[in-house]
């Protein structure tokens, strides 16, 4: 992926970001360090080995899941309306899909800054850069993004939270089941995260 195309990929992030949030306390700031010199978000790796392993792989995969996040609300958009209902709970369609945004965008929030380049043999490959071992990947992007997002909505943090689902060895099965039926968003999110991981990856996996 060259200069240009990292570039417009950033721009497209960034327009996202700015259309579909509204102005929250800590947005300005968020995106202030997204462009710092003291972030990599937009050229960093999503993997090191696995989807996104390249330039540009983290923002790439965070847009990825949005696309993927808006067809499913598309798809299911009277689904999720109903389960409100059943939950007892009110849906407001432009806080939700400002909560896609947000949860879509920023799933993946913890790697940044958490990978380096590094030469192996003629190769250069990127390697994990660990600078805070917080224990939990989703829940490590849930405390990166409250410290710029300071209302950050319960649900949005559900979501990023639990995007992993029931690969992550260390979830307990019946909370995230209860997560998911609490929160039709962490649902979306995990399965536009699975569709975006395995249906648009751009790299074969070695």
Same mark, same amino acid.
């Given at each position: 992926?060259?200069?240009?195309?990292? &570039?417009?990929?950033?721009?497209?992030?960034?327009? @996202?970001? /700015?259309?579909?949030?509204?102005?929250?306390?800590?947005?300005?700031?968020?995106?202030?360090?997204?462009?710092? /010199?003291? =972030?990599? %978000? +937009?050229?960093?790796?999503?993997?090191? !080995? *696995?989807?996104? #392993? *390249?330039?540009?792989?983290? =923002?790439?995969?965070?847009?990825?899941?949005? /696309?993927?996040?808006?067809?499913?609300?598309?798809?299911?958009?009277?689904?999720?309306?109903?389960?409100?209902? @059943?939950? #007892?709970?009110?849906?407001?369609? &432009?806080e939700f899909m400002e909560s896609l945004a947000v949860a879509a965008? %920023?799933?993946?929030? =913890? $790697?940044?800054?958490?990978? !380096?380049? $590094?030469?192996?043999? !003629?190769?250069? @490959?990127?390697?994990?850069?660990?600078?805070?071992?917080?224990?939990?990947?989703?829940? !490590?992007?849930?405390?990166?993004?409250?410290?710029?997002?300071?209302?950050?909505?319960?649900?949005?943090?559900?979501?990023?939270?639990?995007?992993?689902? +029931?690969?992550?060895?260390?979830?307990?099965?019946?909370?995230?089941?209860?997560? %998911?039926?609490?929160?039709?968003?962490?649902?979306?999110?995990?399965?536009?995260? &699975?569709?975006?991981? %395995?249906?648009? /990856?751009?790299?074969?996996?070695?």
């Amino acid at each position: 992926m060259d200069t240009f195309d990292l &570039e417009l990929q950033r721009d497209r992030f960034l327009k @996202v970001f /700015d259309e579909q949030i509204r102005e929250r306390e800590g947005k300005e700031e968020l995106r202030e360090w997204l462009l710092s /010199d003291s =972030c990599d %978000f +937009f050229t960093a790796p999503a993997s090191t !080995k *696995y989807h996104g #392993n *390249y330039t540009g792989g983290l =923002c790439e995969h965070s847009l990825d899941v949005y /696309d993927m996040a808006v067809q499913l609300e598309g798809l299911y958009r009277e689904n999720i309306r109903k389960q409100y209902l @059943v939950l #007892n709970r009110p849906y407001d369609r &432009e806080e939700f899909m400002e909560s896609l945004a947000v949860a879509a965008l %920023f799933h993946d929030l =913890c $790697k940044a800054n958490f990978y !380096k380049t $590094k030469i192996n043999g !003629k190769n250069v @490959v990127f390697v994990v850069d660990e600078q805070l071992s917080f224990g939990s990947h989703g829940g !490590k992007s849930v405390y990166m993004l409250s410290k710029y997002l300071k209302d950050i909505r319960d649900e949005e943090a559900i979501a990023i939270n639990c995007h992993m689902g +029931f690969s992550r060895s260390d979830d307990n099965s019946i909370s995230i089941s209860e997560s %998911f039926h609490f929160s039709p968003l962490a649902w979306i999110i995990h399965v536009a995260d &699975e569709a975006a991981t %395995f249906m648009l /990856d751009r790299v074969t996996p070695q």
